[in-house]
């Protein structure tokens, strides 16, 4: 646990754009697929989008593709989401957290992730 630091979220209008950071304190970093999940309240954690190591291939949720944008620089060890288009229903509080599973193809499992973040929250209004 808390081996990444979520912070970038914020009330902004509908439409407008936040860039999300997570900075790892875990020198393997660049060994790992990560992910972002979300969870609303009253709402179940979900998936929002991944990246493979290296950054060569993206994965994100129906609803977020096309909006969202999933990049990692390992130099400074640091995974960013960018969140343009943003919806009222965006609105929830955003983790970070490694894939521990190796399970090609799929990640969306949470279970599947570990060392989650204390989160960053995101407010889109109206």
């Known amino acids: 646990q808390g081996q990444f630091v979520e912070s970038g979220g914020g009330l902004v209008l509908a439409g407008g754009s936040l860039r999300l950071s997570c900075a790892a304190v875990l020198h393997e970093f660049d060994t790992f697929v990560m992910g972002w999940f979300r969870q609303a309240p009253g709402k179940d954690r979900e998936f929002v989008s991944a990246?493979?190591?290296?950054?060569?291939?993206?994965f994100y949720s129906e609803n977020v593709r096309g909006r969202f944008t999933v990049s990692r620089d390992d130099d400074k060890m640091t995974l960013y989401l960018q969140m343009n288009s943003l919806k009222p229903e965006d609105t929830a509080v955003y983790y970070c957290?490694?894939?521990?599973?190796?399970?090609?193809?799929?990640?969306?499992?949470?279970?599947?992730?570990?060392?989650w973040g204390q989160g960053t929250q995101v407010t889109v209004s109206s």
């Open positions: 957290a490694r894939k521990i599973a190796v399970t090609p193809g799929i990640y969306d499992r949470l279970y599947e992730y570990d060392s």
């Open positions: 990246i493979s190591v290296r950054g060569r291939n993206t």
